[in-house]
C-alpha cells in the first residue's frame, strides 16, 4: 500500500469519526422527537413515528416554544449586529491608525475575554435590577454585546490587518475622511469577514445560557435555550419528546444561518490566516 493511499484512508477514517462524533447526539435527538414513546428503548417496544411532540409544542400556549424563539432571535440579531459594528470600527481603528497604547489593546480585550460568566453574574443581576431592567431585551441584549465583543474584535482585527493600507492612503489623497474611507472602501472588501462575526456573534448570543437563566422570569424575554431547560419544572416530569423537539426547532435557525452563510463563513476565519 502506498503512502498516498494510506494517507486517503486515514483522512476518509478522521472524516467518518468526526461527522459521527458530531452527527450522533443529533440524530438521536431527532429520532426522540419523532417518537410517539421516547422510552421505546427502555421498554423494549418498537419505535412508533409521531409529530404529536411537535404538535404539542406548538399549539400549547402554556409551553411559549414560539415565543422563546422569538425572544433568541430578537436579542440575538441586535446583540450580533451591535457587537458587529462596534468590533469593525474598534479593530479599524487599532489596525490602521497610531495612537498611544494601541498595541496593548488586544492584549486586554484577551484578558478580558479569559473571566468566567458566573464571575460576573451577580453584579450583573444587581445592575440590571437597579435599571429594572430584568426580564426585558436590553438585559440580555447589552451582556450579549459585552461578552462576545472581544472575540468579535479579534476576528475583525484579524481580517482587516491583511488589506494594504495603501487603500486608506489612496483614499485619503483624493479628499475622504477617515469614517468615508472605512465605509466606503474597507468595509466592502472586508464584508466576508464582517459577515462571519456577524453570524459568529449570533450563535454564541443565541446559545447563551447562564445569563438568560438569570436576568430573565417569563414568556417575555426568556429565551429558548432556557425555556427548553425548563420544561422539566413546568410539568413536573421529563417530556423527553416534547424537550428533543424542543432541541430540532431552536437548532433549525443555527443550521439554516451556517448552511447558507457557509462560504462567507469560511472564507472570514481564513481571510486572516491569508496576506492579500
Known amino acids: ?24 447526539p443529533i440524530v438521536w435527538m431527532a429520532v426522540i422527537s419523532f417518537a410517539r414513546h421516547p422510552e421505546f428503548l427502555a ?12 404538535r404539542d409544542i406548538l399549539t400549547d400556549p402554556s409551553l411559549g416554544i414560539l415565543q422563546y424563539l422569538r425572544n433568541s432571535v430578537i436579542v440575538s440579531s441586535i446583540s450580533a449586529l451591535l457587537v458587529t459594528a462596534i468590533a469593525f470600527v474598534s479593530a479599524y481603528s487599532v489596525t490602521r491608525m497610531q495612537f498611544r ?14 473571566f468566567p460568566q458566573i464571575s460576573i453574574v451577580g453584579y450583573l443581576f444587581r445592575l440590571m435590577t437597579s435599571l429594572a431592567w430584568i426580564n426585558t431585551y436590553p438585559a440580555l441584549i447589552f451582556p450579549y454585546t459585552a461578552i462576545v465583543l472581544p472575540l468579535a474584535v479579534w476576528l475583525m482585527m484579524s481580517t482587516l490587518s491583511q488589506l494594504p493600507r495603501d487603500l486608506d492612503k489612496a483614499a485619503l489623497i483624493d ?3 477617515r469614517w468615508r474611507t472605512m465605509r466606503s472602501v474597507i468595509l466592502p472588501i472586508a ?7 456577524l453570524i459568529l456573534a449570533f450563535i ?3 446559545n447563551e445560557f447562564m445569563f438568560a437563566l438569570m436576568l430573565t422570569t417569563d414568556y417575555g424575554a426568556r429565551t429558548i435555550p432556557v425555556g427548553i431547560a425548563l420544561f422539566t419544572g413546568l410539568h413536573g416530569e421529563t417530556p423527553y419528546g416534547q424537550i428533543m423537539a424542543g432541541a430540532v426547532i431552536a437548532v433549525l ?15 472570514g476565519l481564513a481571510g486572516g490566516s491569508l496576506k492579500g
Open 253 to 267: 435557525p443555527v443550521v439554516v444561518l451556517a448552511a447558507l452563510f457557509q462560504k462567507r463563513i469560511i472564507q
Open 43 to 54: 421498554r423494549g417496544a418498537s419505535f412508533a413515528f409521531s409529530l404529536g411532540n411537535y
Open 175 to 177: 479628499g475622504a475622511s
Open 1 to 24: 500500500m502506498t503512502d498516498a493511499r494510506r494517507l486517503g484512508i486515514m483522512k476518509l477514517a478522521g472524516s467518518i469519526f468526526l461527522i459521527a462524533f458530531a452527527g450522533a
Open 101 to 114: 497604547f494601541r498595541s496593548s489593546i488586544p492584549i486586554v480585550l484577551l484578558a478580558v475575554s479569559m
Open 191 to 197: 464584508m466576508p469577514g464582517v459577515i462571519s462575526t
Open 204 to 206: 454564541f448570543s443565541f
